[in-house]
């Protein structure tokens, strides 16, 4: 379970409340590993993930992610220096009430720090005992392999849905290769993949969504056309579109775990129902077709 909505920063209106009843529902379902990340709503989701389920933190594989700095009027920008890496740690730490981060992600590269002293500086908090396994988040494929020549490397989180899995293609050879888990993000869309949009929805100001290309214009237009495509295959298989979007990552993409959000209880259980089945051949060959 992704947790960035829960830091109530870029989701629109956000009941914390609700958001630890889905946290803790998740959990209750046997969900094992729930992400997050220090810049989600400035520290909140790191803060509501402990409040939730801190005292089961010993039984879960908790990851957060760290490179992303931001100051009090909101401003964000990226960080991967070992001075701020170790700050960010510390700060992750004593949000989440841990003593050691199981899963470790620089979150996004500065394209200042050479790659390599951001893998020995996490080397370095692995050896302190301060995180355990080491991931990146939003790596390119060379940029991993620099990674991989420094530092063993446990996950990679990339962007991948049914409407974008260009990053996917161009990682999954060398995940598969190294077995490293490849975490998929963004696989519902920003929930586009939800298919609770149409042409006339509109997103506030306060909703990240307000700023992306894929929700205005005639990329909007475009991707309600594709979601139509994937929505017939999801109604003769009698799914949701969102169990659609999650099965094709699982069994598209060989060491593959994708995130999801969400906000209530009932999204929650609408996730996952993904359990159980799989997508045909046929269906998976049909989902290639609609994606050229």
């Not at 390599?116 to 990146?136: C, S």
């Not at 017939?232 to 993409?253: E, T």
């Amino acid at each position: 379970m992704g947790c960035w909505a829960a830091g109530g920063h870029g989701w629109g209106f956000i009941d914390d409340s609700e958001s630890i009843a889905a946290i803790w529902h998740a959990f209750d379902r046997g969900v094992t590993s729930f992400d997050t990340a220090d810049v989600y709503g400035f520290g909140k989701s790191e803060q509501i993930l402990q409040q939730a389920l801190g005292e089961k933190f010993h039984s879960l594989l908790i990851a957060t992610k760290g490179g992303v700095r931001w100051n009090e009027a909101g401003d964000v920008w990226n960080d991967s220096s070992s001075k701020y890496l170790e700050l960010a740690v510390e700060a992750s730490l004593m949000r989440l009430g841990l003593d050691c981060i199981p899963l470790y992600y620089i979150h996004k590269h500065d394209n200042k720090t050479p790659i390599p002293d951001i893998m020995n500086t996490l080397l370095e908090l692995q050896k302190a005992g301060k995180i355990g396994e080491i991931g990146v988040s939003n790596f390119s494929s060379s940029e991993l392999a620099e990674a991989l020549a420094v530092a063993p490397i446990s996950a990679v989180q990339v962007r991948c849905s049914l409407l974008d899995r260009s990053h996917a293609e161009e990682l999954a050879p060398l995940c598969a290769k190294h077995k490293i888990k490849l975490v998929a993000w963004g696989v519902l869309s920003d929930g586009l993949l939800t298919g609770k949009f149409n042409a006339s929805s509109t997103f506030d100001a306060d909703d990240h969504r307000s700023r992306l290309p894929d929700f205005y214009g005639e990329k909007f237009l475009n991707n309600l056309q594709l979601i139509e495509e994937f929505r017939g295959i999801a109604r003769r298989r009698d799914i949701s579109l969102s169990q659609l979007a999650l099965r094709w990552v699982l069994d598209k993409y060989e060491w593959s775990c994708p995130l999801f959000g969400a906000k209530t209880v009932g999204q929650v259980e609408g996730n996952l129902g993904v359990e159980g089945w799989t997508l045909s051949q046929e269906e998976m060959i049909l989902i290639d077709e609609i994606q050229k």
